[in-house]
């Protein structure tokens, strides 16, 4: 019994690792160009790291004692989670942003009365210049809330 959980915990270590670099693969492949991306693969990577040890630590019996610890770590969590969300709404934005191949960089943008072409995408924002040379920041959220007006570039 105890062999049998020890090689359970190997198969789920090299399956996090396979989730791992397929994660890595489509960040590389697919995000290469967005900025930012690379803390993209650090917050996986985190996430990954969290979920395995939790999952080790139950399947294991290294958390029998410590319910309480647990427990708070987890409202602790989601006291993190809540608090950085909307960087978590642009970071998804600016997935999809980039994926979307609707608004590519040199395109014109009319959002929130601000007239501007884009020059970059972030992870968490769009950089783009007016016409008086001004660079203006906008969320990446924005292009999902908001009625845009492109003309191409």
């Known amino acids: 019994m105890v062999q049998e959980i020890y ?3 190997i198969i789920s270590i090299l399956i996090s690792i396979g989730i791992f670099f397929i994660a890595k693969f489509v960040i590389q492949s697919k995000l290469s160009d967005l900025k930012g991306s690379s803390k993209l ?3 996986i990577s985190l996430v990954i790291i969290i979920l395995e040890a939790g999952y080790l630590g139950i399947e294991l019996g290294w958390f029998d004692v410590a319910t309480e610890v647990i427990a708070t770590i987890g409202v602790g ?3 993190v989670t809540f608090a950085i969300q909307n960087h978590l709404k642009n ?3 600016g997935i999809g942003l980039y994926l979307n191949k609707n608004i590519i960089v040199g395109d014109f943008i009319e ?3 601000i007239k501007a072409q884009i020059i970059e995408f972030h992870l968490m924002r769009t950089i783009a210049k007016t016409s008086n040379e001004k660079i203006v ?3 990446n959220l924005k292009f999902s809330e908001s009625v845009i007006l492109i003309s191409k570039g």
Request: hydrophobic content about 60%; cysteine-free.
């Open 91 to 93: 970071i998804v934005s």
């Open 111 to 113: 959002i929130d009365g």
């Open 7 to 9: 090689i359970y915990a």
């Open 77 to 79: 969590f989601f006291l």
């Open 41 to 43: 693969l650090g917050l």
């Open 137 to 139: 920041y906008i969320p």
